[in-house]
């Protein structure tokens, strides 16, 4: 491949040339959030995240895929499905299954990782807090937020 190499540069940076660095998706309405999917200048992958309400609202975060990229010659994220109640996630990377889950539902998360771990590759578990009993006690601490 060595004497096609000037010319296989040439032709990938003619065609990197020609796709939009920082586009991005329609955004679509689902369940009270606006979803949304971007590319920034210089990163490979897109980030996915989503709206409350309007599309003014603060962006949330939900996968950005050039972090989780990181380490992996080749990488991808699809089958993104969001919990009716809109806490949990689930996901693919390649061929394997990921669950992701914010406050109870990161322990909902752990719960059904214990209970099935030969379906998961992985979990993220975003949990504010750590004594779980003493937690759900105080009655001060909203918990459906």
């Given at each position: 491949m060595a004497?096609?190499?000037e010319r296989q540069e040439a032709m990938f940076l003619e065609l990197k040339s020609r796709i939009k660095e920082d586009d991005?998706?329609?955004?679509?309405?689902?369940?009270?959030?606006?979803?949304?999917?971007?590319y920034e200048v210089g990163k490979e992958y897109p980030i996915y995240s989503r709206k409350h309400k309007n599309l003014e609202a603060k962006e949330e975060i939900l996968f950005d895929v050039n972090q989780m990229a990181e380490g992996h010659a080749y990488y991808q994220l699809g089958g993104i499905a969001v919990s009716p109640n809109n806490a949990l996630a689930s996901f693919g990377v390649d061929t394997c299954l990921y669950a992701k889950g914010g406050s109870a539902g990161g322990l909902l998360m752990g719960a059904v990782m214990n209970m099935a771990p030969e379906l998961f590759h992985g979990m993220i578990s975003n949990v504010p807090f750590v004594d779980v009993v003493t937690t759900m006690l105080d009655d001060?601490?909203?918990l459906t937020t």
């Open positions: 004497p096609y190499q991005s998706s329609v955004p679509y309405f689902l369940n009270e959030y606006w979803y949304l999917q971007r001060s601490i909203p």
